[in-house]
């Protein structure tokens, strides 16, 4: 699980003078970002108290300005859900990361002081983005993050930060400087430091597992990364997962879609299938549905003989092809297991085996 900071400049109405192209590209990057904030167990923070002081609350994307974008541009987006982004993270204080960072550092036993104009990072492009004193903010903040990665403080290890596709196209925001080490024990020293922080485009990119590796050693790659996507989004909240098997025909299902050469779509697999294990595909807003014997709204879930396994359905992706996959759910003594059936396009047949 990663603790994913937004880039600060998220949160920065584009300037009066922005032409449709930009403005229509930060919405859009708020809008991919807001259709998944909530539907996984990432933390997510912002830097909402840094942006409203050095910027204002004019360029602060409250439902009014985004609106007045949304209708002077003429923009195809979903308003409501980035709203509902706005205020699930970026007006949450639990989620602002100055005050987290410094209470980790601070348990961690490090109290950190970045040295001014010091502090360099790369790609340039990234702060080049942060309008005036926000820039030196924001690199003060990331320079006291990158030590305790440095340093091995457990929280700052797992910071990434969540950004636009082209931008992240670096992979990466390597920073480096000098800063005063205050440690527990009262010593002080004056230290370089260098760290790396992953920059994201999309959910996907925080699966660290290899997946087309793992999908090519066959059903027990698949189960392996299953079980290393449940330890890094469900570990530290759900006790155990629950049984499952690969059924039959699910590794025949996605490969003869030509699913197994899509690594987007591998990863949802394996990002959702780890949900379902972990008794929780109902947060990650993937709609999770009984299938149905026949597609009359008031028609019964589907019950396999023999087990009373019943059917479910859910939504891998909403886009192109539209993949769904179909999973039973069996019935035990002590608790329920799972058994992956098939994939399959959301225009063909529901079928399940």
């Given at each position: 699980?990663?603790?994913?900071?937004?880039?600060?400049?998220?949160?920065?109405?584009?300037?009066?003078?922005?032409?449709?192209?930009?403005?229509?590209?930060?919405?859009?990057?708020?809008?991919?970002?807001?259709?998944?904030?909530?539907?996984?167990?990432?933390?997510?923070?912002?830097?909402?108290?840094?942006?409203?002081?050095?910027?204002?609350?004019?360029?602060?994307p409250s439902f009014r300005l985004l609106r007045t974008l949304q209708q002077r541009f003429h923009l195809n987006i979903a308003l409501p859900t980035i709203v509902a982004m706005v205020?699930?993270?970026?007006l949450q204080d639990a989620r602002s990361f100055p005050p987290t960072l410094e209470a980790y550092l601070l348990q961690f036993g490090l109290i950190v002081e970045p040295t001014q104009?010091?502090?360099?990072?790369?790609?340039?492009?990234?702060?080049?983005?942060?309008?005036?004193?926000?820039?030196?903010?924001?690199?003060?903040?990331?320079?006291?993050?990158?030590?305790?990665?440095?340093?091995?403080?457990?929280?700052?290890?797992?910071?990434?930060?969540?950004?636009?596709?082209?931008?992240?196209?670096?992979?990466?925001?390597?920073?480096?400087?000098?800063?005063?080490?205050?440690?527990?024990?009262?010593?002080?020293?004056?230290?370089?430091?260098?760290?790396?922080?992953?920059?994201?485009?999309?959910?996907?990119?925080?699966?660290?597992?290899?997946?087309?590796?793992?999908?090519?050693?066959?059903?027990?790659?698949?189960?392996?990364?299953?079980?290393?996507?449940?330890?890094?989004?469900?570990?530290?909240?759900?006790?155990?997962?629950?049984?499952?098997?690969?059924?039959?025909?699910?590794?025949?299902?996605?490969?003869?879609?030509?699913?197994?050469?899509?690594?987007?779509?591998?990863?949802?697999?394996?990002?959702?299938?780890?949900?379902?294990?972990?008794?929780?595909?109902?947060?990650?807003?993937?709609?999770?549905?009984?299938?149905?014997?026949?597609?009359?709204?008031?028609?019964?879930?589907?019950?396999?003989?023999?087990?009373?396994?019943?059917?479910?359905?859910?939504?891998?992706?909403?886009?192109?092809?539209?993949?769904?996959?179909?999973?039973?759910?069996?019935?035990?003594?002590?608790?329920?297991?799972?058994?992956?059936?098939?994939?399959?396009?959301?225009?063909?047949?529901?079928?399940?085996?």
């Amino acid at each position: 699980m990663h603790n994913i900071l937004f880039d600060p400049a998220l949160l920065v109405v584009p300037a009066e003078t922005a032409d449709h192209r930009e403005v229509e590209l930060w919405l859009k990057t708020l809008e991919s970002w807001a259709r998944v904030v909530g539907t996984t167990s990432q933390d997510w923070y912002h830097l909402t108290d840094l942006v409203v002081k050095h910027v204002g609350h004019e360029r602060f994307p409250s439902f009014r300005l985004l609106r007045t974008l949304q209708q002077r541009f003429h923009l195809n987006i979903a308003l409501p859900t980035i709203v509902a982004m706005v205020n699930e993270v970026f007006l949450q204080d639990a989620r602002s990361f100055p005050p987290t960072l410094e209470a980790y550092l601070l348990q961690f036993g490090l109290i950190v002081e970045p040295t001014q104009n010091t502090v360099v990072i790369e790609p340039d492009a990234l702060p080049a983005q942060w309008p005036g004193e926000l820039r030196n903010s924001v690199a003060h903040l990331l320079g006291e993050a990158g030590v305790g990665k440095w340093k091995g403080e457990p929280f700052s290890s797992k910071v990434a930060i969540a950004t636009a596709h082209h931008l992240a196209n670096a992979y990466e925001l390597r920073i480096a400087g000098e800063a005063t080490i205050l440690s527990e024990r009262d010593e002080q020293e004056q230290s370089r430091f260098s760290a790396v922080f992953p920059l994201l485009a999309e959910l996907e990119e925080t699966v660290p597992t290899e997946v087309h590796a793992l999908w090519e050693l066959g059903e027990q790659g698949v189960r392996v990364a299953i079980e290393r996507q449940f330890q890094q989004d469900w570990g530290a909240t759900v006790a155990r997962p629950l049984p499952f098997v690969i059924g039959p025909q699910f590794l025949p299902s996605v490969h003869e879609r030509g699913t197994d050469l899509n690594r987007s779509v591998l990863t949802k697999i394996v990002y959702i299938a780890a949900a379902v294990i972990a008794d929780s595909a109902i947060a990650i807003n993937c709609d999770l549905h009984p299938l149905r014997e026949t597609s009359a709204p008031n028609s019964p879930q589907r019950i396999r003989l023999g087990d009373g396994a019943k059917a479910w359905r859910l939504t891998l992706t909403n886009k192109g092809a539209g993949w769904r996959m179909h999973y039973w759910r069996i019935p035990g003594a002590s608790e329920s297991s799972i058994e992956f059936s098939n994939v399959c396009k959301k225009h063909e047949s529901e079928v399940i085996f």
